[in-house]
């Protein structure tokens, strides 16, 4: 999934590990599947909101999800809505498994790794409980925002930058889902340190090269997050629409940028990003965000993600 969108350039270690999202990965997995006998998911307890069925595994569904999911969608109408009109008449399914196990043996036969994953043909997410209900929400947030973004781009088979993706699915994290002391994107960026930026060279290619960092490829994420925020949040919601409707239409990533914000360079860009940013200081974002990566995505970034199969 990644490769199609984004050319997956990234070389990692299999020991790294880093946020990350499973992106619509549903793949036949003759390791999991069959293993554990499973009510079908059609099945379980359904709730409905006026946008979404959340389909639910266990005895009773994770508290504030109704609310949650209804406050996500109406942050992705107003920071999206143009990219995916069919947000207003179409449901979105939640699949909530009542743990990891019962996930991962689930039909959607999701990666070992992920800890949730967007099917886009089937207008579906599908996760597992977790202890804390935030943590549920965020993963949600995450993975519904890859839905309708990927939707967006795979309607015409254009390239999607895995920053921009990632970018924003970590961006309607912090909208929609609670944020707890010390849990919050935002908060991360706020005290980034300039040791931590990485050259617009290497960010935009995605060419890190990186053999053992994990502490690199958290940073990137999290200037991912930030450069989104910035053409996001620091720009009109329409210019943000506009630009991700040149990106699918084929332009370059330059010339979106110059058309849509008259930046007339990746240089640029890094210029006018780190000038937004509040460098706080304090504790090194890297310790105030490596808790929110472990806590809330466990997501490990290993080779298998990689692979060609990784597909949908
Ligand atoms: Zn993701």
Known sequence: MFDRLSGGHFK?????????????????????????????????????TPHFDIRYQAKWSPPGIQLTLEKLHRLLRSDLGTLADWLKNEPILIYIYKDRPSYLNGRFTPPDWSEGVAVYAEKTVAVYDQKEAFKLHRIIAHETTHLLFEGYFSGKGRNLPRWL???????????????????SWTQAMDAMTKDQIIPAEKFFTEDLNIESSAEIVNDWYLQAFSMVHFLLKKHSRLQFQNFCSRLRDGITLQEALWKTYKISSLKKLEEKWRGTLKNAGGASARQSYKRLIESVHHRSRGKAEFSPLQRR
């Not at 992106?23 to 006998?37: H, Q, R, S």
């Not at 009510?39 to 379980?44: L, N, V």
């Not at 309607?172 to 002391?181: K, L, R, T, V, Y």
């Open 12 to 48: 990692f270690a299999p020991v790294v590990k880093a946020a990350l999202c499973a992106l619509g990965v549903a793949l036949p997995n003759a390791a999991w599947a069959g293993e554990v006998a499973q009510i079908p998911e059609s099945s379980w307890r359904l709730k409905k």
């Open 165 to 183: 993706n990632e970018g924003l699915a970590m961006l309607m994290e912090d909208g929609a889902g609670s944020n707890p002391q010390n849990y």
